[in-house]
Structures are given as C-alpha cells and as structure tokens.
C-alpha cells in the first residue's frame, strides 16, 4: 500500500491563526480526500483535492475556511483558517488506490485550538 | 450526499462471542462498502470490503453481507478476541467519494 505522510503530526494553535497540513505520498495517485475526525466522531468529508484545479467541497466546508491545494499527484495541503476552539480535531489526508478504488489514511493531524 | 447511519454506537461481546454491526445508506448509486477499525489514537485500517455485485464476503472471522435492496449492509466478527476491540466504521462510496457511519465502539471481554 501507498505511504502516506502527514506534517504535523500534532500542534497547539492559537485562536484566529491558520495552520497548514501537509500530506505526501510516495506515489502519484489520482484521488486525494481530506476528513475531518473531530474527538470521539465518525469520519467527516471535508473536500476532494483535484489536481491542477480548484478542490470540491462537501456541504458545510467552504473554501475560504478550508483552503486546499493539489500541485500534484503526490502533494497536497490543507489550510485551517481563523481557527476557533471548536476546529480542534484530527484532520486527516486519504487516498484512493487507483486500480482498486480502496481508500487509505494517513496518520491525521491532531490540532487543538486554544 | 450519501447518508449512513450505523448501529449500535458501542458494543461489549464476551470473547468468543459473535459482533454484528449494521449499517444502512440512502444512495442507491452507492457500490462499494468498505469497513474500517480504529484503534485509540490510530488511523483507521480498512478491514474488509464488499461490492454492490456481491452479496456476501467472509475472510478468515471476519464477514460482510449486502442486501442492495433494502440498502444495508453489516458486519460479523465471530470468535472475538480482545484485540478486536477498537472503533468500527462503515462506508459508502456512491463514486469516489467515501461516506463513513457514525461508528461502533467494541468492547471484547476477556
């Protein structure tokens, strides 16, 4: 399976500040997804990173909070704008397998706003 | 979207004992369903899969069963040992996109 690296792993961030996630992998793929998991919560859609152009968003997340972007096939990133304490969650960054259409995980960044 | 509910939240089985989760979705374009556990403070792994041609997939204590009808698919875990305990998590995919059940917490009981 693909290996998918995520930075931070973990950070404390002030109120009204941005931070931004980043998500490698170490082989290009077509579908790269960011969730969030907010404490003890399922898996919630936050966008599809779509390569060479703008990410979808799912209902609720809006591009200006959640800014994505998708240089590549290996690369992308998830901003946190104007975080507020009820942002602390573990934002996660997720590929699709290309041959299978399985999804896989990366190890999440775990934010608490403050 | 795809909306799937799950049930029962939490879940404590004695070890040796059979787990069943279930889960429903509303999106008949939905085909695949994948489960995935989560152990504390991990990422979820995926466990097993099913596709909409199928109706139902064992893999070793592990099974999953479809019935596209009715939409709803479950999980069986049978023989549970105390490492199965973790968060179970269904999923519906109607395209590309993943939508992930609300979750099960599984308490194995030695």
């Known amino acids: 399976s693909a290996v998918i690296s995520q930075k931070p792993s973990r950070d404390i961030c002030q109120r009204g500040t941005s931070l931004t996630i980043q998500c490698q992998v170490d082989?290009?793929?077509?579908?790269m997804f960011w969730y969030r998991q907010q404490p003890g919560q399922s898996l919630t859609l936050i966008a599809t990173a779509n390569q060479g152009s703008e990410a979808t968003y799912e209902s609720g997340f809006v591009i200006d909070k959640f800014p994505i972007s998708r240089p590549n096939l290996t690369f992308s990133t998830l901003t946190v704008s104007n975080m507020s304490p009820e942002d602390s969650s573990i934002y996660l960054c997720?590929?699709?397998?290309?041959?299978?259409?399985?999804?896989?995980f990366g190890e999440g960044s775990r934010l608490t706003v403050l | 979207g795809e909306n799937v509910e799950q049930h029962p939240s939490t879940l404590s089985v004695q070890e040796g004992d059979s787990a069943v989760i279930k889960c429903t979705y509303s999106?008949?374009?939905?085909?695949?369903f994948p489960w995935y556990k989560q152990e504390l403070g991990k990422r979820p792994q995926l466990i097993i899969d099913?596709?909409?041609?199928?109706g139902e997939k064992k893999d070793q204590r592990i099974a999953v069963t479809l019935n596209k009808t009715a939409k709803h698919f479950s999980l069986h875990i049978t023989e549970t040992q105390p490492e199965d305990s973790a968060v179970y998590f269904c999923a519906a995919a109607p395209g590309n996109q993943f939508y992930f059940g609300t979750g099960t917490s599984l308490t194995v009981i030695p």
């Open positions: 099913i596709r909409s041609n199928v």
């Open positions: 997720s590929i699709e397998r290309d041959l299978t259409g399985e999804l896989f």
């Open positions: 999106d008949s374009a939905s085909n695949y």
């Open positions: 082989s290009q793929v077509t579908m």
